[in-house]
């Protein structure tokens, strides 16, 4: 049961923040937090990941449900199995996508807002990258998947040395 708390926190603090950006900055207008480093930037986005399959709303509505549904089997067979690591990994994947499901099921878009803008010298060459703006949802994504590397890493790590 802990492991869909955990998804409930990363979906509730997710819309919690998307609620305060609707309605504290008008879209477009930004916020400096660390110089133009981080910013709170209000921004909608009605595709995926870096703004790709922009307006393909069902299509997302019905793959995410699908990933829901296959992200709660997978949780509740590894947490039988007593692993720790994968579960959690999974609890964020799972509260990531609903609360980006809850924005395009009801709006049609999802709200994003925190931006990165990298500035640095790299051998004589100026570099200026704005990372795509962002939100908590896809934050925990990241980070489920990255955890759920990790676990692969470590089992196979397992397995090398038992073999």
């Not at 955990?6 to 008008?26: E, F, G, H, P, S």
């Not at 709660?72 to 947490?79: A, D, G, P, S, V």
């Not at 949802?137 to 590397?149: K, M, N, R, Y």
Request: cysteine-free.
């Amino acid at each position: 049961m802990i492991y869909y708390i955990y998804a409930l926190i990363v979906l509730l603090l997710d819309q919690a923040t998307k609620w305060v950006i609707v309605n504290r900055l008008m879209l477009g207008e930004s916020r400096s937090v660390i110089g133009e480093f981080f910013q709170i930037t209000s921004h909608r986005n009605r595709g995926a990941a870096f703004g790709i399959l922009q307006n393909q709303r069902w299509f997302f509505i019905v793959i995410t449900l699908a990933v829901a549904a296959g992200v709660i089997w997978y949780l509740q067979k590894t947490r039988k199995e007593g692993r720790k690591l994968l579960p959690f990994a999974l609890s964020l994947l799972l509260g990531g996508a609903l609360g980006n499901f809850i924005d395009r099921a009801l709006f049609g878009e999802v709200v994003d807002f925190l931006q990165f803008r990298f500035q640095f010298n790299w051998f004589g060459t100026a570099v200026d990258y704005t990372y795509p703006i962002f939100n908590v949802a896809d934050s925990a994504i990241v980070v489920g998947v990255i955890l759920i590397f990790v676990d692969s890493i470590i089992g196979w790590s397992k397995e090398k040395r038992g073999a």
